[in-house]
């Protein structure tokens, strides 16, 4: 029997915690548990899929939960952006756990219910973000996600998982209590509501230099967008366990950071408001530093996952360049970068992790030719790289096009620039890894220490990832259909 729209999306918020549950139940069967987890992500991306037609049939179904006050509620509402994220996060949700269940296994890791408890709830809190009705919702379920994923970055439980975890949440709580709250509190009072709304609720109820004071405290109270100087937890989280990394920077928290900059931008500043303000045109300065600095750090990096990490703080700002351009079509290139960079990234993460679990190397100086003993995961890292610089035929070269098309229809020369620049840095940064991994002769110490691929849950999870990657460049329609119908509703 088909659910009903309203159904589906009660349903995609709760799953999740049943199945934490379900995990928590079957704690001293690790068979049975982890096969909970898979079932509880592929239930939700049924349940999230399940709403794909209405939306691209127009509908926007709707479901309230409690009404505080006027204009002030817990509610939720499918609209185009939500169904991309939500689709994202159920969709790599079971290729997730499916990894995790080989990397944890592989690593030992200790802590393995917890871990996967944390999981459920930061999907369920990553679903609630996408389907938010209103900032108040978003809020809430945005601090959820900051508090779930937290357990998971100090998962080792060393002086440096604590030291990190203390700056995760430091600077996610920071700037979401000191900058993003007010923003909200703000806005319901000009406003009257918290309402996403098309075209905005915005327009004729600030001016100038308090509008361009409000998308500052939007812009940086966003602190999972990244834009730099609030950016310094992603790196610092890299202590996590790689399926961790592959949540914060693919899955759910860094996207969600970048998907509430696109849907304030859109849903309660307008694009056409922000088009007419010359106050609001800062983010495109600040984005750009973001992208260019980060390349440039990323850079002077050995360690993968650090230059893994640094790269994702450039990628994120893009999106937020893609709105800050203030073209239709580069807001569309802005949504779509949130899916291309979700399966590139997750890819050369999950890569990472593949060569840590099978070779226990961690620099990129000690990849000479361990592409010839693991050809599937550095095939696999390979196809994310290149979706990273934005080459066909990989998915991030037609969010990076769309991006591109929009700066030149809005005469942006800086964004034009910096999209241009950043992406040789990107190549300068990833290409040597490729070059070295297939064609340069492996260490004397590397050759004594024979080694083949990780075990082949992990191998199976990144072969899928990769292949999104390469399917999203070929057959981009659905994707593509959702952003259009964000900025042209």
């Given at each position: 029997m088909m659910l009903s729209p309203e159904t589906a999306i009660l349903a995609s918020l709760f799953l999740p915690l049943a199945g934490g549950v379900g995990v928590l139940l079957t704690s001293n069967r690790p068979n049975l548990r982890e096969a909970v987890t898979i079932v509880t992500s592929l239930l939700l991306l049924i349940s999230v899929f399940s709403l794909l037609p209405t939306i691209l049939d127009g509908g926007r179904p709707?479901?309230?939960?409690?009404?505080?006050?006027?204009?002030?509620?817990?509610?939720?509402?499918?609209?185009?952006?939500?169904?991309?994220?939500?689709?994202?996060?159920?969709?790599?949700?079971?290729?997730?756990?499916?990894?995790?269940?080989?990397?944890?296994?592989?690593?030992?890791?200790?802590?393995?219910?917890r871990f996967y408890i944390c999981f459920t709830?930061?999907?369920?809190?990553?679903?609630?973000i996408a389907f938010s009705a209103n900032l108040l919702t978003l809020f809430i379920f945005y601090e959820m996600l900051t508090l779930s994923t937290y357990p998971l970055?100090?998962?080792?439980?060393?002086?440096?998982?604590?030291?990190?975890?203390?700056?995760?949440?430091?600077?996610?709580?920071?700037?979401?209590?000191?900058?993003?709250m007010p923003a909200i509190i703000w806005t319901w009072s000009v406003a009257g509501t918290t309402d996403f709304t098309a075209g905005g609720i915005l327009d004729g109820k600030l001016q100038d230099a308090l509008l361009g004071l409000m998308l500052l405290l939007y812009m940086f109270g966003i602190g999972k967008a990244a834009l730099m100087p609030f950016h310094r937890w992603l790196p610092a989280a890299m202590v996590a366990p790689t399926p961790v990394s592959a949540l914060l920077h693919a899955v759910a928290v860094v996207k969600a950071g970048v998907f509430s900059v696109v849907k304030i931008a859109v849903y309660i500043f307008g694009i056409d408001l922000l088009q007419a303000q010359p106050w609001t045109h800062w983010l495109l300065y600040a984005a750009?530093?973001?992208?260019?600095?980060?390349?440039?750090?990323?850079?002077?990096?050995?360690?993968?996952?650090?230059?893994l990490a640094y790269s994702t703080i450039s990628q994120l700002s893009y999106v937020i360049l893609g709105v800050a351009i203030l073209a239709p079509i580069s807001a569309m290139g802005a949504a779509l970068h949130i899916a291309a960079h979700a399966f590139g990234k997750i890819t050369l993460f999950f890569a990472a992790g593949s060569i840590y679990t099978a070779a226990h190397k961690t620099e990129i100086s000690q990849l000479d030719g361990i592409g010839k003993r693991m050809p599937w995961t550095m095939g696999a890292f390979?196809?994310?790289?290149?979706?990273?610089?934005?080459?066909?035929?990989a998915a991030g070269f037609i969010s990076k096009w769309y991006m591109l098309m929009g700066a030149f229809e809005a005469d942006q020369i800086v964004a034009i620039g910096v999209i241009i620049l950043s992406t040789l840095l990107n190549a300068a940064y990833f290409i040597p890894i490729i070059y070295a991994a297939f064609f340069k002769q492996e260490s004397t110490e590397s050759a004594q220490h024979p080694h083949g691929e990780a075990p082949l849950p992990i191998v199976l999870a990144l072969s899928a990832t990769a292949a999104l990657t390469l399917l999203l460049f070929l057959f981009p329609q659905v994707p593509l259909e959702l952003a259009r119908e964000v900025v042209q509703p």
């Open positions: 709707a479901v309230t939960l409690v009404e505080m006050l006027p204009g002030l509620s817990i509610a939720f509402k499918v609209e185009p952006l939500g169904m991309l994220f939500a689709g994202i996060a159920s969709l790599l949700w079971p290729i997730n756990s499916l990894y995790s269940i080989g990397y944890i296994r592989a690593n030992n890791e200790k802590h393995q219910t709830i930061a999907l369920s809190a990553a679903v609630g970055v100090t998962h080792k439980g060393t002086d440096d998982a604590m030291t990190a975890g203390r700056t995760y949440l430091g600077i996610l709580i920071g700037t979401s209590i000191g900058l993003l750009g530093f973001t992208i260019i600095t980060a390349s440039l750090i990323a850079l002077r990096q050995d360690n993968l996952k650090r230059r390979a196809i994310g790289a290149l979706s990273m610089i934005g080459v066909p035929p």
